[in-house]
């Protein structure tokens, strides 16, 4: 059985980073992290297979957000650069079986962390 538990969240301001951590118990294939914003609905940040080889993102967090996964410690990681005000969110980690191709939707993924804040001021 999985279970994941995020950790790292916190109130920075814009232009500062933070790295998320999420643990997880029991095997994990396919992993992702979405957030939620005040008043939005959950949406995809980015993702990573099982190997770690391959990684997807949201066009408006490429080139600032790095996701990684650290297999040994059955840990994922979500390096945030240049953070603004819109990145203000609870940030989710998610895992599910292995696709073809990296899940961006909600349906993906089947176990889900119970979020981390993260608070941006400008």
């Known amino acids: 059985q999985v279970r994941l538990v995020e950790s790292g969240g916190g109130s920075v301001q814009a232009g500062d980073s933070l790295t998320l951590s999420c643990a997880a118990s029991?095997?994990?294939?396919?992993m992702a992290w979405f957030r939620q914003a005040p008043g939005k609905e959950r949406e995809f940040v980015a993702g990573?297979?099982?190997?770690?080889?391959?990684?997807a993102y949201a066009d408006s967090v490429k080139g600032r957000f790095t996701i990684s996964r650290e297999n040994a410690k059955n840990t994922v990681y979500l390096q945030m650069n240049s953070l603004n005000f819109e990145d203000t969110a609870v940030y989710y980690c998610?895992?599910?079986?292995?696709?073809?191709?990296?899940?961006?939707?909600?349906?993906?993924?089947?176990?889900w962390g119970q979020g981390t804040q993260v608070t941006v001021s400008s």
């Open positions: 029991g095997r994990t294939f396919s």
């Open positions: 998610a895992a599910g079986p292995p696709l073809v191709t990296i899940g961006r939707q909600i349906y993906d993924y089947i176990h």
């Open positions: 990573i297979k099982g190997s770690g080889g391959s990684t």
